[in-house]
């Protein structure tokens, strides 16, 4: 399996600030994902981070409020920008494709606990 | 569209009974099906998956799930439940021509109590 790191682990932000969310895997993989998740509720895709190309984002998310970064095949960012208390979240990353391990297993960070005041 | 349900919001048992958590999908093509358990203020952890072969799959910390084409269902089971085994179960779907995307059911809370 993968380990996957996520910085930070928690914020408090204020309206109309961005934040950066970063995500680091252990090993290369092929997939990486984000997602967001309201306490005790299911999960909601974001985007597909892609390695040297634009993210490919899901119904509702917009590059120019969630912008993603990939450079390499271990990392990966979230910017959250300008802010508001809808916002508020956990936001996970995830990956997939590990070498030697099924691709389509995936596995997630421990998130990162957003509030927006 | 692809979809997963999970009809229960909540499960309750008492410790050392079998536990179900059922599962069932609607997709296109064949189903690549996943558990996922959240222990609170955690990520999700995988549980186990069902690609292809045997329909009974074996996982992590005793638990298993049986793959039922018929019934388009992937019911989560353990014999004997913990209570360290409270946590938010969620089932997940990927189809092959999905680009490896993961649906999401929308999760039951497993109660053991002593």
């Known amino acids: 399996s993968a380990v996957i790191s996520q910085k930070p682990s928690r914020d408090i932000c204020q309206r109309g600030t961005s934040l950066t969310i970063q995500c680091q895997v252990d090993?290369?993989?092929?997939?990486m994902f984000w997602y967001r998740q309201q306490p005790g509720q299911s999960l909601t895709l974001i985007a597909t981070?892609?390695?040297?190309?634009?993210?490919?984002?899901e119904s509702g998310f917009v590059i120019d409020k969630f912008p993603i970064s990939r450079p390499n095949l271990t990392f990966s960012t979230l910017t959250v920008s300008n802010m508001s208390p809808e916002d508020s979240s956990i936001y996970l990353c995830?990956?997939?494709?590990?070498?030697?391990?099924?691709?389509?297993?995936?596995?997630f960070g421990p998130g990162t606990r957003l509030t927006v005041t | 569209a692809q979809s997963v349900a999970q009809p229960e919001d909540q499960v309750n048992v008492a410790e050392g009974n079998p536990l179900t958590v059922k599962c069932t999908y609607s997709?296109?093509?064949?189903?690549?099906l996943f558990w996922y358990v959240q222990y609170p203020n955690r990520g999700l952890q995988f549980l186990l998956k069902?690609?292809?072969?045997?329909?009974l799959v074996k996982g992590s910390y005793g638990f298993e799930a049986e793959f039922n084409k018929s019934q388009t269902s992937f019911h989560l089971k353990k014999p004997s439940a913990l209570v360290s085994d409270s946590a938010l179960y969620f089932c997940?779907?990927?189809?092959?021509?999905?680009?490896?995307?993961?649906?999401f059911g929308q999760g039951t809370e497993l109660s053991v109590k002593p």
């Open positions: 995830s990956a997939s494709g590990l070498a030697g391990v099924g691709s389509y297993e995936q596995y």
């Open positions: 090993s290369q993989v092929t997939m």
């Open positions: 981070a892609n390695q040297g190309s634009e993210a490919t984002y």
């Open positions: 997709v296109s093509g064949n189903p690549y």
């Open positions: 069902y690609i292809t072969g045997d329909n």
């Open positions: 997940a779907v990927i189809t092959y021509n999905q680009g490896g995307k993961l649906i």
